[in-house]
C-alpha cells in the first residue's frame, strides 16, 4: 500500500466506511418494524418478511451486477453511451463477481491477478482498492436496500411477496444504481452536463424510490375497505401507532450512517486530482468537491428539526406524520446539505414536507391511490422537490472539482429531478409492474387479503399451541400428586 | 454568479472560508427562524387548548368511565 500516510489513509477510510454500513443497517431495523407496526395483526408476518427478504435477494443481485453497472454506466449504459466520455474505471476490473478484487485481496499481483488483468498501480489497480472495494461495495448496497425497502411499505396487505422482491431486485441492483452511476458519482454524465447536484440522494435514491412505488400502486390498487362506495378514502390506522413511532425513530439513526456513507472522509487535492490547488486536505461530497461532516451534521439536525416542527403543525400533533415528516425534512433538504446553512436547511426541511403532506391526501382523493405509508410523499414528492429546491439555492456554485463541468443550476437540477422520478422511477416499475399483472403474481386473491395473509401460518402457529397444551394436561393428569 | 461565492473549485482551500448560500444574509436569517420558533410556540398552544376544550366537553361521566377502565 506504499507509505504510511498512504496506509493510514486507507485503512482509516476502511474503517470509516464500516462503520456507515453498520449503522445505516438501523435503517432495515427501522423499516420493519415500522410496517409491521402499520399492518393489521393478521398480516404481520407476511409483512416482515416481505420486507426483510429484500435484504438478501439485492445483497445477492448486488454483488452479481448492481456494482458493475455503477462503474460501467457513468456515460450511458456501458455498450451504448450517450456522451462521448471515457468510461474512467474498467468494470470488468473492479466489479465483475470474477475479479479478484472482488474477494479478499492484500493489494499485490500475482498470476490470478494478472491473469485478470489487474496492475498494482492506476486507476484500476489494485494498491488501495483493495482494502475499499468491499466496504464501498456494502454502502452502496445498503443505499440499494433502503431504495426497495421504501417501496415495501406502500404496498403492504396486498402484494404478493414474489413480486414486491422481483421489483426490489430491479429498483436495488438495477435502477437505483444506474441514476447513481448517472448522476452520483465523480464522473457521471448528468453531473457533468447539466450540473446535477445531489450530495444526499433526495433524488438518487428517495424520488426514485418514490417514483417506483408510485408505479406499483397505480398497477396494484388499493386495499379492500380504503375507499367507500363514493370514492372517499377511509383511514386504515396502524395497527401499532407505536410500534410505528419507533420504526421512524430508528430510521433516523440509520440515517446518520447514510450521510456519513456519501461523503469521502479525508483526501489530498492531488488525489482528486482536480482544479483544487495547495495542500489541504478535505472532506468531499460524492462528487470530490469539498465539504466537513460537521456541515452535514448542523444541518441534518436542523433539517429534521424543521420537519418535526412544520409535521407537528401541519398533521395537528399527529404521531405518524410528525416523524414522517421530519424524516422528510431531511430528505427534503439533503440535495443540497453539503453547502447549506444550517437555518437554510430548517426551512427547506420545514417547507417542502408540508408540500409533500397535502400532495399524499390529493393523489389519494383524486387517484385512489392508497399509499398505506406514505412513502410516494415522503419519499418521492419531497425528493423530487428537494431536487429542484437545491437547484435554486446553490445556483452557480460549482457541481464538481474538475474543469469542463456544469455548475449547479435549476433546469440541471429539475431534468435531473425528472429522471429520478419518471424517467428511472416510475415508467420502468409501471411497465414491471404490468408484467407482474398480466403473469397474475402480482396481488393476492381477495378471500386470502381479507382472511389476512398470516392466515395458513397463525392456524398451524394456533394448532402446535393446542397440541402442545393437551400434551402438558395430559402430563399433569397422569402426575397423580407426584 | 454564484450563491455561494465561488464558481470553480480552483482555489487553495487553505484561503476559504463560508461556502454557504447567500453569505452576508445570516442575521435576517436568524430573525427568519427564531419567528418561526416562536410561532411555532404561540400556535401550539393555541391548538392545544382547543383540544383540551373538546376533551372537556365530549368526555362525560360515561365515556370518561370507560377511559378510566381501558387503563
Redesign the interface.
Known amino acids: 500500500m506504499g507509505d504510511q500516510l498512504t496506509t493510514n489513509t486507507t485503512v482509516f477510510i476502511e474503517f470509516y466506511y464500516w462503520v456507515t454500513v453498520v449503522m445505516m443497517f438501523l435503517i432495515h431495523v427501522g423499516f420493519c418494524v415500522y410496517e409491521t407496526g402499520v399492518s393489521r395483526r393478521r398480516n404481520h408476518m407476511h409483512t416482515l418478511m416481505k420486507n426483510t427478504m429484500a435484504i438478501p435477494l439485492v445483497t445477492i443481485t448486488f454483488y452479481f451486477f448492481g456494482w458493475w453497472i455503477y462503474f460501467a454506466f457513468p456515460s450511458g449504459f456501458y455498450w451504448y453511451n450517450f456522451v462521448p466520455d471515457a468510461i474512467p474505471y474498467d468494470p470488468n476490473l473492479i466489479a465483475a463477481p470474477w475479479s479478484p478484487l472482488m474477494g479478499t485481496h492484500l493489494s499485490g499481483v500475482n498470476a490470478t491477478d494478472t491473469a485478470a488483468g489487474l496492475t498494482v498501480d492506476g486507476v484500476n489497480g489494485t494498491a488501495t482498492w483493495h482494502r475499499l472495494n468491499g466496504v464501498f461495495w456494502a454502502a452502496f448496497l445498503l443505499f440499494s436496500i433502503t431504495t426497495a425497502s421504501i417501496i415495501s411499505g406502500a404496498v403492504i396487505e396486498r402484494i404478493r411477496s414474489g413480486a414486491f422482491w422481483i421489483i426490489a431486485v430491479f429498483v436495488g441492483s438495477v435502477s437505483w444504481i444506474t441514476d447513481a452511476a448517472w448522476g452520483w458519482s465523480a464522473t457521471g454524465w448528468m453531473v457533468k452536463y447539466l450540473g446535477y447536484h445531489d450530495a444526499y440522494a433526495s433524488g438518487v435514491v428517495h424520488a426514485i424510490a418514490g417514483g417506483s412505488a408510485l408505479a406499483v400502486l397505480i398497477v396494484l390498487g388499493p386495499r379492500i375497505g380504503k375507499f367507500r362506495a363514493d370514492g372517499t378514502p377511509r383511514e386504515i390506522p396502524p395497527q401499532n401507532p407505536w410500534l410505528v413511532t419507533i420504526g421512524l425513530f430508528l430510521i433516523y439513526t440509520g440515517f446518520w450512517g447514510f450521510y456519513a456513507a456519501c461523503n469521502i472522509p479525508m483526501i489530498a487535492p492531488a488525489t482528486i486530482a482536480g482544479q483544487i490547488t495547495g495542500e489541504t486536505w478535505t472532506a468531499t461530497n460524492i462528487y470530490l468537491a469539498p465539504t466537513t461532516l460537521s456541515a452535514i451534521t448542523f444541518n441534518f439536525l436542523m433539517s429534521l428539526s424543521g420537519g418535526m416542527l412544520a409535521g407537528y403543525m401541519i398533521s395537528k400533533g399527529d404521531a405518524f406524520w410528525t416523524y414522517s415528516l421530519g424524516l422528510a425534512g431531511i430528505i427534503a433538504a439533503s440535495a443540497g446539505n453539503d453547502l447549506y446553512h444550517p437555518i437554510q436547511a430548517m426551512f427547506v426541511g420545514a417547507i417542502v414536507p408540508c408540500i409533500s403532506y397535502k400532495l399524499h391526501y390529493w393523489v389519494e382523493r383524486t387517484f385512489k391511490i392508497d399509499d398505506a405509508v406514505g412513502a410516494v410523499a415522503v419519499h418521492g414528492y419531497t425528493g423530487f422537490l428537494g431536487v429542484v429546491v437545491a437547484g435554486f439555492l446553490l445556483w452557480g456554485a460549482p457541481s464538481s472539482p474538475y474543469e469542463g463541468f456544469q455548475v449547479i443550476n435549476p433546469w440541471g437540477n429539475f431534468i435531473g429531478a425528472v429522471i429520478m422520478f419518471f424517467v428511472l422511477g416510475f415508467f420502468p416499475v409501471l411497465i414491471l409492474s404490468l408484467i407482474l399483472k398480466a403473469l397474475g403474481i402480482l396481488r393476492v386473491p381477495q378471500r386470502a387479503e381479507i382472511a389476512g395473509l398470516d392466515f395458513e401460518g397463525e392456524a398451524a402457529y394456533q394448532a402446535a399451541i393446542a397440541e402442545v397444551k393437551a400434551a402438558e394436561h395430559a402430563t399433569l393428569a397422569s402426575t397423580n400428586g407426584r | 454568479?454564484?450563491?455561494?461565492g465561488?464558481?470553480?473549485?480552483?482555489?487553495?482551500?487553505?484561503?476559504?472560508g463560508a461556502?454557504?448560500?447567500?453569505q452576508g444574509w445570516?442575521t435576517p436569517?436568524?430573525i427568519?427562524?427564531v419567528a418561526?420558533w416562536v410561532i411555532?410556540h404561540i400556535?401550539?398552544i393555541r391548538?392545544e387548548s382547543e383540544?383540551l376544550r373538546a376533551t372537556g366537553v365530549d368526555a362525560d361521566l360515561k365515556k370518561g368511565n370507560e377511559a378510566i377502565d381501558r387503563y
Open positions: 454568479m454564484s450563491t455561494i465561488y464558481s470553480s473549485w480552483a482555489v487553495d482551500l487553505k484561503d476559504v461556502i454557504y448560500p447567500f445570516e436569517m436568524v427568519a427562524a418561526f411555532w400556535w401550539q391548538y383540544d
